[in-house]
């Protein structure tokens, strides 16, 4: 018998920082480096195996820009897990993901599962925040933390195995909002 585990998961983050780009290369395979800034949110799902177990992601990608900052707990209301992302390259959104860390505490889902992402990695060169600095941040709130790059594929795997971990079997799923579960 195989069951599917439909997760919900939103992407947050300051806007440029590469939650479409995330998303699209995590379910398309596929990198566009004229993309557009979302407007609202965009949905998309994929499946992948995870034990025995199929793990259905339900993604909502946010608009970063400061305008649809009202409409984001639409989306993290219900979320299994939230992916924080932030550019390397730009110290501002690593403020603007801790802006995020604390709303979600105050308003998100408890015990939603946080990752944090530090996208553009393959942009080292111009570094402005420190690997370091972001894994002692992590775990001061209990966050999954990982480096990626949508554009050359670098963890993007990774990231969502991380936050699948906490629901495969053997997690008690009375303490995480797991959608639901369908037997066949
Ligand atoms: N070098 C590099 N550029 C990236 C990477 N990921 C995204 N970009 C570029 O960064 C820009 C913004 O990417 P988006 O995916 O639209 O960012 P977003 O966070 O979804 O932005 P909003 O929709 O406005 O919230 C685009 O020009 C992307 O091509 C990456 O890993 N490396």
Redesign the pocket.
């Known amino acids: 018998m195989m069951a599917i585990r439909e997760l919900k998961v939103c ?1 947050l ?13 995590f379910v398309q395979d596929h ?9 609202g949110a965009s949905f998309m799902t994929k499946t992948v195996p995870c034990g025995n177990e199929l793990h259905k992601f339900l993604i909502w ?5 400061e305008r ?1 900052h009202s409409l984001a707990p639409m989306y993290y209301r219900g979320s299994a897990a939230a992916v924080i ?1 932030y ?1 390397i390259t730009k110290q501002d959104s690593f403020h603007t993901l801790k802006k995020w860390v604390k709303e979600l505490k105050e308003h998100g889902p408890e015990n939603i599962v946080m990752a944090i992402a530090g ?5 080292s060169d111009i570094r402005e925040v420190p690997l370091k600095d972001a894994k002692e941040y992590a775990e001061s709130i209990g966050a999954i933390v990982v480096e ?5 594929a ?1 963890n993007i795997e990774e990231l969502f195995q991380g936050i699948s971990r906490p629901f495969s079997i053997g997690r008690p799923t009375a303490t995480v909002p797991v959608l639901f579960i369908h037997h066949f």
Request: glycine share 10%; proline share 2%.
């Open positions: 992407l983050g300051d806007t440029g920082v590469g939650k479409s780009s995330i998303v699209c290369r990198f566009d480096h004229n993309i557009s800034p979302t407007i990608d946010t608009a970063g820009q649809f992302v550019d996208n553009k990695c393959d942009l990626t790059s949508a554009k050359n670098i």
